[in-house]
Structure formats: structure tokens, C-alpha cells
């Protein structure tokens, strides 16, 4: 059997790759038009860094994390999201001295997931976040940002934001106490996975897809009769100025998210055309984050983008095949051939040239291409220091010196 990719990892290549440039143009574009400086972390981090602020009952962190030990027995762990690096990185380099700190990256992420149409074991994301800032103004302001991102990356599809508040930290507590015990009445109806989060993570079983559950959540308490007057303020103000900057939006009482350092606003864009996979962008705020990583007690809002999925939705991009073919009739031309093909490079024009020596192959190559020129080198050009240029398209060819192709073809 031919060698194969790690289960859930996969090579990006061609329309992909073609798709992954452009995604990375347009978030580089708009991050500059939204003032956010890129911040590149590593890979590896020490694992103390994701289990708290995650949750040590979250999936990611029971049974998801690429965990191992270094050579010094500390353990590591390729990080499975960004938000808390990035945190880290805020904090180890002082940057939260400066508030508000804007900061974005894009690259890959780890979770040993069961992999499926969209989903992988290493995949890449897009992640923008707000460090500092409390006022809504934020929340409301990186929604905008993922809406004229998801604008540019398919202008044709229609997606869908919804939004939910989880509170504070003390709405949050007292909400999945009492979501704990409305799911102990149904143990027994509960599918397998969500009996198991009934003590350990009952926001979860909100969320969950499977239909046994879908039913039970019908009737579940709803969050919203749990806030605390200010939450219950602060979720209308942010509502209000999403509709003032005419963003549609469906509110979602179920929409929890995964992980466990969120408060207040929550946020999904989903899409009806990737099947069960269906989240381009999740997130929302995360106030006291940065103190849990031991930093300053600083709010923070923020989302990640899941860059496969994106792709997966963009059209093809027409990629230019239209080469200027140099064919060489014999391999003894190969230095007379590397003149011309130094003195075009100098110039900035691209050569295609396949080391066939073979003038019927490469004419039809370049004819499959649609290609315009092709640049033909035999015993007589070498013996007159010339070049014959081919006008593919027009049937005709002329003899040119090494200046005068150079002019032509610029
Ligand atoms: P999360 O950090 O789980 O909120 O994920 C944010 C976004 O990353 C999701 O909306 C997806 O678009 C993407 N994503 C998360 N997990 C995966 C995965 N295993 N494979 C591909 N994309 C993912």
C-alpha cells in the first residue's frame, strides 16, 4: 500500500492551496483594515497552560489533547486551539501593558477527533482576539470583522451568525447546577455520552446532535432565567448594536460552546452546506482568562475560524496556465538554454521548461495549456546566437536575438 498521511492529517496542495493563499490574503487585508497585529506562537506548549482554562471535564482536554513527555519528563501538548496561547504569549512578552491589544494568527491546531468531512486531527485556524476591553463595542466589533471576512471568502453563500449569553461566572455556576439536576431526571434517556456529562459538563448536552437528546433539551432550563440583571443588560445592549449595524442574527438558547473559559457573549456562523460540520467561526468572550494564566485581570473577546471548512466552500480560482514554453531539440543545448533562461529570469519572466528535449511533446503540452509563446533552440540557433520565438495561437514564428526576446516577451 501506497504511504499514507497520519490518520486525520492531510496534505493541502493545488485548488486547496490556491484557496488557503487568497484565505490568507483577505485575513491579512482585513486585519489591517481592523488594526490587528499578527502574532506567530509555537506549536508546542506546556500542558498546565490548556487544562484549566479549557476545563478538565471538556472533551478537549479528557480525551483530545496530543499530550507527551519531553526528554525531561515535562509534559507537552501540540496546542488544540489558540485563544489560550496567544494569551500566554500576551503575557510572557509583556504586550498587555498596551490596551487594547489586538492580535490575530493563522496555523495549525491538534485534537485527536474521529475524523470526518470536516473534520481532522490537525487542521488549521484563523484566530482574531480582543485583549483588554469590556465595553460590547468589542463583542460587536470582531463579529463584524468575521462577517466581511466570510463576505470576501464566498460572496454568494449565505451564512448564518446566532448568538446566546452564558452570563457570568456566578450565572454560569448556579445555570449548570440546575441544568445537572433537570438531567438526572432523564439518566436513562439521555444517550450514552451525554449521561456521562450529566455531573462533569451539562452545558454540553445542550449542544449535543443526537436526537434522544435533542428532545430532552426541548424543555431544559433556559439560561436567560438565570442572569443576574447586568448580564441580563449587557446581552440586550450587545443585541441592540448588532441590529443598529444591520448584522441578522437568530438568537440560539442552546448555543453553549465547547470550552470552558467562556462568560456573556457566545457566537457561531454556521453554514446548511457542510452536513454535520456545519461551524465556520465560534466564539465569544473569555473575562477572566488572562488571570487564570496568571496575567493581569484583563476581559478578553475573541473567535476561531476553521480554515479546512472555509476552503471546503470557496469556488475554484482560474489559475493562469498560460506559459512561455522554452524547448530545447537536443540535450547538448542545455548551456545555451540556461543562458536564455537566466537573462528571462532577471527579468522577471517565467519560463516553463520540462527537460524533455523532445519538440512534438512540449508543442503539445503547451497547446493543452493554451499557452502563447514557445521558444525553440536547435543546432542553428546555437551556431547564430538566435532564437526562434512561436506565436502559438497565430501559427507563425520569427528569429529573434537574446535582447530583442527579452523586449518581446516583457
Ligand atoms: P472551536 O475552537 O472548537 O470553537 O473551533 C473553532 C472552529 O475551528 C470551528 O468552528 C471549526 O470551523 C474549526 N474546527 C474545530 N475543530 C476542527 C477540526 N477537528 N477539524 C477542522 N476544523 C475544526
Redesign the pocket.
Known amino acids: 500500500m501506497k504511504v499514507q498521511p497520519v490518520r486525520g492529517t492531510h496534505d493541502i496542495y493545488g485548488q486547496d492551496l490556491l484557496k488557503y493563499k487568497r484565505l490568507e490574503a483577505i485575513v491579512n487585508k482585513y486585519a489591517n483594515i481592523y488594526d490587528f497585529s499578527e502574532i506567530i506562537t509555537p506549536i508546542i506548549e506546556s500542558t498546565d497552560l490548556f487544562k484549566k482554562p479549557l476545563g478538565e471535564q471538556s472533551d478537549v482536554v479528557l480525551k483530545e489533547m496530543y499530550t507527551f513527555n519531553d526528554r525531561n519528563n515535562s509534559l507537552l501538548t501540540l496546542r488544540p ?1 489558540y485563544t489560550t496561547p496567544m494569551i500566554r504569549a500576551a503575557i510572557s512578552n509583556n504586550l498587555l501593558e498596551k490596551i487594547p491589544q489586538k492580535l490575530f494568527g493563522i496555523g495549525p ?1 491538534f ?1 485527536r ?1 474521529r475524523p470526518q468531512k ?4 490537525q ?1 488549521n ?1 484563523i484566530n482574531f482576539e480582543i485583549l483588554g476591553i469590556n465595553d460590547i463595542a468589542a463583542d460587536v466589533d470582531i463579529i463584524l470583522l468575521a462577517d466581511d471576512l466570510l463576505k470576501n471568502f464566498f460572496p454568494d453563500k449565505k451564512i448564518d451568525l446566532q448568538i446566546n449569553s452564558l452570563g457570568d461566572q456566578n450565572t454560569l455556576k448556579i445555570f449548570k447546577e440546575n441544568l445537572s439536576l433537570y438531567f438526572q431526571k432523564y439518566t436513562n434517556d439521555l444517550s450514552e455520552e451525554s449521561q456521562n456529562k450529566i455531573h462533569t459538563n451539562p452545558l454540553r448536552i445542550l449542544d449535543s446532535k443526537n436526537i434522544k437528546d435533542i428532545k430532552i433539551n426541548k424543555s431544559a432550563p433556559k439560561i436567560f432565567d438565570y442572569f443576574s440583571e447586568e448580564a441580563s443588560d449587557r446581552f440586550d445592549n450587545f443585541k441592540k448594536l448588532l441590529s443598529d449595524t444591520n448584522i441578522s442574527y437568530e438568537i440560539n438558547p442552546r448555543l453553549v ?3 470552558d473559559y467562556y462568560c456573556h457573549t457566545v457566537f ?1 456562523f454556521k453554514t446548511n452546506d457542510l452536513g454535520s ?1 456545519d ?5 465569544g468572550r473569555y473575562d477572566g482568562l488572562a488571570k487564570i494564566l496568571g496575567g493581569p485581570d484583563i476581559p478578553g473577546v475573541g473567535w ?3 480554515v ?2 472555509i476552503i471546503m466552500l470557496m469556488k475554484d480560482i482560474n489559475k493562469n496556465e498560460n506559459k512561455i514554453h522554452l524547448i530545447l531539440l537536443h540535450p547538448s543545448f542545455k548551456s545555451y538554454g540556461f543562458q536564455l533562461l537566466n537573462q528571462l529570469r532577471k527579468n522577471n519572466i517565467a519560463v516553463y521548461f520540462d527537460y524533455k528535449y523532445d519538440l512534438k511533446k512540449s508543442l503539445s503540452k503547451a497547446n493543452k495549456l493554451n499557452s502563447e509563446f514557445a521558444i525553440i533552440i536547435g543546432e542553428e540557433e546555437v551556431e547564430k546566437n538566435q532564437y526562434t520565438i512561436k506565436y502559438l495561437h497565430k501559427n507563425i514564428q520569427e528569429v529573434l536575438s537574446l535582447e530583442q526576446i527579452i523586449k518581446k516577451l516583457k
Not at 118 to 121: A, P, V
Not at 279 to 283: R, Y
Open positions: 486551539e491546531m485534537r477527533e470536516g473534520r481532522y486531527r487542521f485556524q460552546r465547547g470550552l457561531e460540520q461551524t465556520l467561526i465560534g466564539g476561531a475560524g476553521g479546512e471548512r
